[in-house]
């Protein structure tokens, strides 16, 4: 399957950085709670190979999911890079002993966080590095200048190519903005969870690229009663349906829904080429409210 054909099609990020706007995000590649090994490594390889296969030019990871684990094995399954692959990953985090994930945002553990990435996925430079700076599922109050002008340094020596941002709100995103461009935003976002509107809305307006994490609902799958009887009507699955109309919310929105199985990713891809007619989007748009 070419790129071109995927659901959405492509986005440009950046001035030269153009991905589909169907994506893949590696987080469930790790074991249970994104801590340790998963249960079958050849699967997950196998995973990383068939988005290749589909067409999928955008990955999402990050060298705290394991730790180091996703990298490496993505490392493994698709090391020499295509030209034609983006690999995204976010730093501002680590992972403790017991599988907490404590913020890390003092520039040498930025930097070492980034040497990381570098190292586990056997790259030279960072296609994209989000800086991570909110809480689980919001934006945590407060200046982003000092973590955010120490990735423009690390930009800057070459070790990085573009800079986005995770969990952030809008004031945040423009003070990054003063610092350094900023091409991508990554938020918790889905069809229920929708404070992130007038945001999409000004980005997609600036030509930034919006990417919605929990897509789907993260750990507590979208459970809706209009969404599952938008999806009777249209012969779909629920999740089809939440991923169609993201993708028909705004232009500028990527998607990079995760799992660990081929046959599950294959229905994402498949799925998300819904095209949700006008009235079932009027039904869909009310479950945030």
């Known amino acids: 399957m070419a790129a071109t054909t995927l659901p959405g099609g ?59 684990v996703t990298n490496q094995i993505i490392k493994e399954a698709l090391h020499p890079y295509p030209d034609s692959l983006h690999i995204v990953t976010k730093v501002g985090a680590l992972r403790d002993t017991e599988g907490g994930w404590p913020q890390a945002l003092a520039p040498e553990q930025l930097r070492q966080a980034v040497y990381d990435n570098l190292d586990n996925l056997g790259l030279d430079a960072l296609d994209v590095v989000n800086l991570r700076v909110g809480g689980f599922d919001s934006p945590t109050p407060g200046s982003i200048a000092e973590p955010f002008t120490a990735l423009a340094r690390l930009q800057q020596e070459g070790l990085i190519k573009r800079l986005g941002l995770s969990t952030v709100s809008a004031e945040q995103i423009a003070e990054a903005q003063s610092i350094a461009p900023v091409a991508c935003v990554q938020n918790f976002y889905n069809l229920a969870h929708r404070v ?6 000004s980005l997609a307006a600036q030509g930034i690229a919006y990417v919605p994490y929990f897509p789907l609902g993260g750990f507590n799958p979208l459970q809706s009663e209009e969404l599952s009887a938008a999806a009777t009507r249209l012969e779909a699955t629920p999740m089809a349906v939440a991923l169609a109309w993201l993708l028909q919310r705004s232009p500028n929105i990527l998607l990079i829904p995760g799992t660990s199985s081929v046959a599950h990713l294959r229905e994402n891809v498949t799925g998300a080429t819904l095209t949700l007619p006008a009235d079932e989007l009027a039904k869909l748009d009310g479950i945030a409210s």
């Open 10 to 68: 492509t986005f440009t990020m950046a001035e030269d950085l153009t991905v589909t706007r169907m994506g893949y995000g590696a987080m469930q590649l790790a074991g249970p709670h994104v801590f340790g090994p998963p249960a079958d490594r050849d699967a997950a390889v196998a995973v990383l190979r068939e988005a290749m296969e589909l067409g999928i030019t955008h990955i999402d990871t990050s060298d705290f999911y394991g730790p180091h």
């Open 196 to 201: 992130d509107d007038d945001l999409v809305d």
